[in-house]
């Protein structure tokens, strides 16, 4: 028994309590929000209950593995995320939804459980993106033309292939946590502003070929959602209405009118931040910010103190996948952005999302946990 205590203090020792103390307080609010949720259905308790569990089952596990021997394998990594979207493709779920949404983006698990590639895809791409930019610049070697070309398809890879998927989200998402990490490691601003010049050139071409009717359509309705209130603009006033009548302190927990009758459609992924807003009120919001807020500081942190740039890579594409969606999903709920099925991170219902980004926490911790080993591993020249 003394020997499982001493192994018990030691790893506790060894891994960062404050990144857990942060994600157990995020699991726990999350919990409460579904079973608030549930009230109104389904049992998305049971469901993110069982999804956290196997994250942390992942994480632990995870964190014991070397992230640069994770990363040696890359390749092999960046091949299986490929073929799992590709398979996707063609033998994956196709969900629609309202006003013209159509996206095969699932697959089908024994046991009738469904999953979304592209959230583990994700992990993958972050592992991947961050080895190809240490190989560039571990030696603090200038980046080429033709580098930034082979950066580029590599970041597109993914973007094509959920785009075609009908996953315009997960696509957008892959673009901001390609071009963040492309920042930390330093690649050069003028390549950042000609993509900025080349994509505003290229805006007519999206709309007219690109984007379909239903998000055409969204992007109008963007601008007055009051517009068409009971189609397009509906679930974002709903939300809006949600949030507000929630006041400073909300209608307290599990009491929430609006929640109970599902009034908000989606609120238990999508437009979670309503249920906060309208049960737990401004208070309830602003403690959920912060937890995220503290999340991707403790990120960074140890991404700026890791030994290697690879390490720092890893953590700050973890931090943009964060802090993109937060961002969007916020953005969506809050009717400054238009919706585009993007989920708040850890917050949302959905498994696939949820213990996916736990094996980022794994991944991150052990990252800390080799924080004072700054000697390269040989894996890395190779």
């Known amino acids: 028994m003394s020997k499982i205590n001493s192994s018990i203090y030691d790893y506790i020792k060894s891994t960062d309590k404050i990144l857990w103390t942060i994600i157990i307080s995020i699991s726990i609010y999350c919990l409460l929000l579904m079973k608030s949720v549930s009230n109104a259905g389904v049992n998305f308790l049971t469901i993110q209950s ?16 070397d992230y640069r021997t994770i990363a040696h394998h890359w390749k092999w990594i ?8 590709i398979y ?13 949404v159509n996206a095969r983006a699932w697959i089908r698990l024994p046991g009738g459980i469904t999953f979304q590639p ?20 571990k030696d603090n070697n200038k980046i080429l033309f033709k580098d930034i070309c082979l950066l580029l ?23 901001c946590m390609a071009l963040s990490m492309a920042f930390i490691a330093g690649v050069p601003m003028k390549y950042f502003i000609s993509a900025f010049i080349i994509g505003v050139m290229l805006l007519p071409l999206i709309w007219h ?24 603009g509906y679930q974002q006033i709903q939300g809006k209405l949600s949030i507000a009548s929630g006041g400073i302190f909300g209608k307290g927990l599990f009491h929430g009118p609006r929640v109970i009758n599902g009034v908000v459609p989606i609120q238990e992924s999508d437009f979670v931040f309503s249920v906060a807003g309208e049960e737990l009120g401004f208070i309830g919001c602003t403690f959920l910010i912060i937890l995220i807020f503290a999340l991707l500081w403790r990120a960074a942190f140890i991404g ?9 890579y890893i953590c700050f594409g973890f931090f943009s996948i964060v802090a993109a969606q937060t961002i969007f999903n916020l953005g969506m709920c809050l009717s400054a952005l238009p919706v585009m099925g993007v989920t708040l991170p850890f917050f ?15 991944i991150i911790q052990n990252i800390y946990m080799n924080r004072m080993d700054k000697k390269e591993n040989k894996l890395l020249e190779e």
């Open 50 to 65: 069982l999804a956290i569990f196997m994250g942390y089952l992942g994480a632990i596990c995870l964190q014991f593995i």
């Open 78 to 85: 960046g091949a299986f995320c490929v073929l799992f979207i």
């Open 88 to 100: 996707t493709l063609f033998f994956g779920i196709t969900v629609e939804g309202s006003s013209g």
């Open 118 to 137: 592209s959230e583990l895809v994700k992990i993958g791409f972050i592992i991947t993106f961050s080895k190809h930019l240490y190989i560039l610049t």
């Open 153 to 175: 398809i590599h970041a597109m890879i993914p973007v094509i292939l959920t785009h075609l998927q009908g996953d315009d989200g997960a696509a957008i998402i892959f673009m």
């Open 209 to 232: 070929f690109l984007l379909a009717d239903y998000q055409k359509q969204r992007l109008i309705n963007q601008i007055n959602p009051e517009a068409d209130p009971l189609n397009m």
């Open 304 to 312: 700026k103190t890791a030994c290697d740039k690879l390490g720092c």
């Open 348 to 362: 949302s219902a959905g498994g696939s999302s949820t213990a996916c980004l736990y094996l980022g926490i794994g």
